[in-house]
């Protein structure tokens, strides 16, 4: 290997760990302190990050002609560049900055243990040489890597859901003001028109007791700056909207691939039921999102319970338990 | 004696059969019921993961307190995903979905074109424009026919309310959905009722022949390459390439050349050929105080074996070692035959009395004059075969269901209410509502979006968003 090339991926590697390390301390304290001027570091630093681990791994290819995803410590890398790339989109998209915190700290925490499965430059095993690992494993990484944005989303629900009801004694159940509105007589700050209609009711955590403490409560003064639950509850929706699409197409492009490499396009094989696991838990959520009183923190808690089943299906089956997917190399 | 049914009879068991059924459907629509069958589903599932599948009762014995292991084996999780209760548990989801399709999505519309109280929804806005009514509200329709919304005018009493819809096909995203989920299912069937597979394994120079369709396989050479790569670890040989020659005689008589490879399957006549594994086959032989006496009458592959005539002892070949490392006597890292050797096991009965590496091309000592000489190797090729004449069905089911997902999801049905009256201090009021199918929230930041883009393209006067009250009921 050339020296010079492999200080370039060496060099690479290290802007993306420094730029997320960075990141994820500036956005965690944009995170706490809702100051601007934090936002404005942290997500230019995200971007540095992403976009040195996407050379990174190109600057790999360039340098040994072998798809850098044929092992654990390529797909981790993409991992979390992916989970930047799509947690920036949908900070810019749908203000989802304040999260950036905890999922640059994850895409760090991804980063650094990828370095600790990297052998070096490998060839590919025959079953990996084929045109599918260019297709299929970048749509499965995003679809963990959306999981990823969701877990974090998911956390933070439970986290706001759990600390208001403190302030609140028990969660309350708002309902949409009755025909002609003559019932109105609380307002509620934020999101006021974020409520089913009348006679159906959605859990949410804006209450006025909150916003009362905010005056001389720091806690309930920072969750008011956070989004409202309904408005985290239709974040996480809209990030698993984007994932599970992505995991369904992973399954059904692994099992063309399968089908080509091994004679079956499905072989009960642990990483595949594994996906299979991780697929009807997010069924199950976008299900139960239906029903408006199952939303809240009942799906967060599926959303948590799937992305555990997205890590036990990505690193638990490659590590701990052996199949047909165990490139572990 | 000529027996009667009386008629009320009949209708009260038809009427009992319409409410179980009416019954048995609405329970099967209910969605808590069908995410309970997915939460099960998914339990099946993850034990299935972590219970190896496939395996000998004794395997689990050893790997599993006996409790666990007895368990294990009479509940059938040892094969869980071809018990009845996996399948069951896919059949009742089937179901689950069938009935939900049919009893909640198709019937599931945007309401009717009637008036509305535009306050009373809670994505609403009110906006003041220029102009009088009758004018605004052309302007109104072409702006929302401008952006894709579907408008329709009615009249109630002599108010005029518009209509804007959006992507109102996009509800039957979810039947699309679960019709792919149905044509995965219904293309396994297919496989399971009319497709075959199978494995074999030939040797270099010899041909075999797939059952089910005659297809002749005639193994010219295998060839492989494993190179040394090195590692931070050390040095690792790693698998780079694997082939096999061979001429495929297929249904027609006709012979053709055929290069199979990972990744790079063989079709004959719709019948596709693998390359799954190889291995070395060993000619042993056996000798008797010098002289050759009966032995195996082919190469053996690992695991095969082949007793000893006149004794109670037979010899398993276990596996091939490529080079033996010369300093211990201990089979080498690297795989490929350098200094091969093979692994064998002596049984005397079926009891294993002692196993040994002996080098090729140099005869072992069994005793009782006995010696047995790993002569040479020849490599074969394993190969899978597979029809399965569902597939075109399970790649329909597959589009069909990430279409329908992709629908559901990116295709979001939302109506506009529209109503347009005169304003107090001259121009026009405009009030605005929306709904969509699945609630305000998902619509709230595209709402927003739509009143400022239409205050934008609206002339003054002066514009005004408010938004509803709520009320709080704990």
């Known amino acids: ?329 | 004696m000529e027996a009667r049914i009386r008629p009320d009879l009949i209708s009260a068991a038809t009427a009992w059969v319409r409410k179980a059924w009416d019954d048995t459907v609405r329970l099967f629509a209910h969605v808590p019921f069908g995410v309970s069958l997915l939460a099960i589903w998914g339990v099946l599932t993850l034990i299935g993961v972590i219970v190896e599948q496939g395996k000998d009762p004794s395997f689990y014995a050893d790997a599993y307190a006996p409790p666990i292991a007895r368990l294990i084996v009479r509940l059938d999780l040892d094969n869980i995903y071809h018990s009845a209760a996996y399948i069951g548990i896919i059949g009742l989801i089937l179901c689950s979905m069938a009935a939900a399709t049919f009893t909640k999505v198709i019937p599931r519309r945007i309401p009717r074109l009637n008036p509305v109280k535009i306050d009373a929804i809670p994505l609403h806005a009110t906006i003041h424009v220029a102009g009088d009514p009758e004018s605004a509200r052309e302007r109104l329709a072409a702006f929302f026919a401008a952006r894709g919304w579907q408008v329709r005018k009615r009249e109630f009493g002599g108010t005029e309310w518009t209509f804007a819809d959006k992507n109102n096909w996009a509800r039957r995203g979810v039947l699309v959905a679960h019709v792919g989920f149905v044509l995965i299912a219904a293309g396994t069937t297919i496989y399971w009722a009319k497709g075959y597979s199978g494995q074999f394994a030939v040797l270099s120079g010899q041909t075999a022949t797939i059952p089910e369709s005659g297809t002749k396989i005639a193994l010219q050479r295998f060839g492989f390459r494993i190179d040394p790569v090195q590692t931070k670890a050390g040095t690792v040989y790693q698998p780079i390439d694997y082939v096999s020659d061979a001429k495929v005689t297929g249904r027609d008589g006709v012979t053709h050349d055929a290069v199979i490879r990972v990744n790079q399957p063989y079709d004959a006549d719709g019948t596709l050929i693998y390359q799954a594994t190889y291995g070395f086959a060993i000619d042993f032989a056996l000798t008797k105080d010098g002289h050759r006496i009966a032995g195996p009458d082919h190469p053996l592959k690992e695991g095969e074996g082949f007793a000893i005539d006149g004794t109670s002892r037979a010899i398993q070949y276990q596996r091939f070692v490529g080079t033996i490392d010369r300093t211990t006597g201990q089979p080498g890292a690297d795989p490929r035959p350098n200094d091969p050797g093979v692994v064998i096991q002596a049984f005397d009965g079926d009891r294993p009395v002692g196993g040994a590496l002996i080098p090729l091309g140099r005869p072992v000592d069994l005793g009782a004059g006995y010696r047995l000489e790993a002569a040479r190797y020849v490599l074969y090729s394993g190969f899978q075969y597979r029809y399965d004449p569902g597939i075109p069905v399970v790649g329909l089911g597959a589009f069909v269901l990430v279409a329908g997902l992709c629908i559901s999801f990116y295709f979001l049905p939302a109506r506009l209410f529209v109503l347009v009256r005169d304003a107090a201090g001259g121009g026009a009021e405009v009030g605005l509502a929306a709904t969509t199918v699945r609630g305000y929230e998902v619509f709230e930041q595209r709402f927003a979006e739509i009143v400022e883009a239409l205050r934008r393209s609206e002339p003054a006067p002066q514009t005004e968003v408010t938004t509803a009250p709520v009320t709080q009921t704990v």
């Open chain 1, 1 to 329: 290997m050339d020296p010079t090339r492999e200080l370039l991926d060496q060099t690479l590697l290290k802007i993306g760990i420094a730029a997320y390390v960075t990141g994820a301390l500036v956005l965690f304290a944009y995170f706490l302190s809702r100051r601007p001027v934090l936002r404005a570091i942290g997500m230019p630093l995200a971007i540095i990050g992403a976009v040195a681990q996407f050379a990174e791994l190109g600057a790999r290819w360039w340098m040994t002609g072998v798809w850098p995803l044929t092992n654990l410590y390529g797909s981790l890398s993409l991992f979390s560049a992916v989970a930047v790339t799509i947690f920036v989109i949908f900070a810019y998209r749908y203000q989802m900055d304040f999260i950036g915190g905890p999922v640059l700290a994850l895409a760090a925490i991804a980063l650094g243990y990828a370095t600790t499965w990297n052998e070096g430059y490998m060839p590919a095993v025959p079953a990996l040489q084929s045109y599918w690992i260019k297709i299929h494993v970048p749509i499965v990484i995003s679809a963990y890597a959306s999981f990823m944005l969701a877990f974090c989303l998911s956390v933070l629900y439970l986290f706001k859901a759990a600390v208001e009801n403190r302030y609140r004694g028990r969660t309350i159940r708002l309902r949409g003001a009755a025909a002609g509105g003559s019932n109105a007589n609380v307002n509620v700050a934020v999101n006021a028109y974020a409520v089913q209609p009348a006679a159906v009711g959605v859990l949410r955590s804006d209450t006025p007791g909150l916003d009362a403490a905010a005056a001389s409560d720091a806690v309930a003064k920072w969750l008011t700056s956070l989004p409202s639950l309904a408005k985290l509850d239709i974040m996480q929706y809209r990030v698993i909207a984007v994932g599970l699409p992505l995991l369904s197409l992973g399954i059904i492009t692994g099992a063309m691939w399968a089908k080509e490499a091994w004679g079956a396009y499905w072989q009960w094989d642990p990483k595949e039921t594994a996906a299979l696991l991780s697929w009807i838990v997010y069924a199950a959520y976008m299900h139960l999102h239906t029903r408006p009183n199952l939303r809240g923190t009942f799906t967060a808690w599926i959303s948590v319970i799937g992305f555990v089943s997205i890590v036990f299906c990505y690193l638990g089956v490659n590590i701990w338990i052996s199949g047909l997917h165990s490139y572990k190399m």
